[in-house]
């Protein structure tokens, strides 16, 4: 850390297997050596397997820089989601679900977040019970997000999430699959108040950078896609990140005093 900048590094789509014993601990390391914080954006592992959250947890074991975590679709596909959160938090990785906490005096704000697509062509809580289930799912998890945002008063506030907010980190994937890769009620919270950058996972063939309305930066950190882009680098991205003072990390309810508006803006550098 020089000065007052905490570098973060950030990636997602690990999709850890019951075999993957030795896979990511070298790529754990790498990302401690580049960076003070480490943020995982969701599906840590294949098929929500507790198996899997203790291979993840041990390869995890090694790294001493602090480490924040939401779910991904994939972490809940066995319908053992408290139980991976739950190893995982028992491994000293932070895992957040409309929850907060603070790094190096950097605010992070987590949920997993959901489908439903973007812009004029997000679904509607029109028509038969399944599809308003569907939308409700989305504006849930939205909701969830914006309160987890307006508990931080900090300077420098990231968001982590698995979907993405916006259509431009996704296109790159087949068309009929957009409306289950994110959704635009996700960067509504965004937009209104003082977000720093967004990354977010999932979209394995989309594209690396876009921004909300109002400018924020929205990065998609999934491993797939990184190690594509940046085939001579680890798939890693790191943001130079103003901060003021380091702080413990754990999960909690901050009181939001801080007005909405625009926050300073992250530069971003690749690690290498």
């Given at each position: 850390?020089?000065?007052?900048v905490t ?21 754990f ?13 969701g ?9 899997e ?47 907060v906490?603070?790094?190096?005096g ?22 038969e ?20 945002l ?6 420098q ?30 960067e ?17 063939r ?5 921004a ?11 491993l797939?896609l ?47």
């Open positions: 850390m020089a000065g007052n570098r973060v590094a950030a990636l997602g789509d690990l999709h850890c297997t019951k075999t993957s014993h030795g896979v990511f601990q070298p790529l390391a790498k990302a401690a050596e580049a960076a003070e914080v480490v943020l995982i954006a599906d840590l592992t294949d098929y929500g397997l507790p198996e959250a203790r291979v993840l947890a041990k390869e995890l074991s090694g790294i001493r820089v602090p480490v924040a975590a939401v779910l991904g679709n994939h972490d809940l596909e066995s319908g053992k989601g408290d139980e991976v959160r739950q190893i995982l938090t028992d491994a000293g990785i932070v895992v957040l679900d409309g929850e906490c603070e790094m190096h950097i605010g992070i704000a987590g949920a997993k977040g959901f489908g439903g697509g973007f812009g004029k062509h997000a679904l509607g809580p029109w028509g019970t399944i599809i308003k289930q569907f939308v409700r799912e989305a504006v849930d998890e939205a909701l969830k997000f914006e309160a987890a307006a508990r931080l008063r900090t300077k506030i990231i968001g982590l999430l698995h979907y993405s907010p916006v259509q431009q980190t996704v296109d790159g994937e087949p068309l009929e699959i957009y409306p289950f890769l994110g959704s635009s009620r996700l509504e919270p965004i937009d209104r108040y003082p977000v720093s950058l967004v990354v977010h996972g999932h979209a394995h989309g594209q690396l950078q876009g909300t309305k109002t400018g924020v930066p929205v990065y998609n950190v999934s797939p990184l190690s594509r882009s940046f085939a001579d680098r680890p798939p890693f991205r790191v943001f130079d990140i103003p901060s003021d003072t380091e702080t413990t990390c754990e999960p909690a309810a901050i009181p939001f005093a801080a007005s909405p508006g625009r926050g300073r803006r992250a530069t971003d550098a690749v690690a290498s």
